[in-house]
């Protein structure tokens, strides 16, 4: 065996063989080099698309884990049956959203459970599954991850207020935070005659 190793390398020249090395290097540094390339631009991709929601991983899971819990995420939400509203679904929500609003001024804390309400019907309607709420913001985090941060705020707010533990200004917080989703979810941001006429 020994003989057959010696016998291959002897058919090479020295500098034969430095030129095989060197090729092998410089393959292994391109396929180090394009791994690399590929996972920055992974995780490019995924700082793009989930916003404040990739730090909040990596603050939760570290570095290693969280860009495929993330990845699990998208999966998981692109499995998901997730719909627009249609027009008279969409117009009954923004009506309900308006009666809750609306309450606020002389029933704050009422309203504030009632947007919490509202907006996880929404999220139902649309095809969210009714998870506990960390789940719901991780699903929500896929498609929204501008407003996941106020669906947390303003969630952990309205959990305070039944502990009457929140104060006025907090529940207005949680109202404007609540609002931001709201228009996310509902689409409200659009006026319905031109969606309708879409």
Known sequence: MQSQFTDFFSRFTTTQLVIAAIVFVAIVAIVVGAFIARRRARTRALRNRFGSEYDRAIITYG?????????????????????????TERARFLSEWQVVQSRFVDHPRAAVIEANDLINALLEVRGYPMADFEQRAADVSVTYPRVVENYRIAHSIAIRHAGAEATTEELRTAMIQFRAIFDE??????PLAAMSAA
Do not use: M, N
Not at 63 to 86: F, M, N, W, Y
Not at 185 to 190: D, F, N, P, S
């Open 185 to 190: 979810l509902a689409g409200a941001q659009k």
């Open 63 to 87: 570095p290693s884990e969280a860009e495929a819990k993330l990845l699990d995420r998208q999966s998981r939400v692109e499995a998901l049956q997730i719909r627009e509203l249609g027009v």
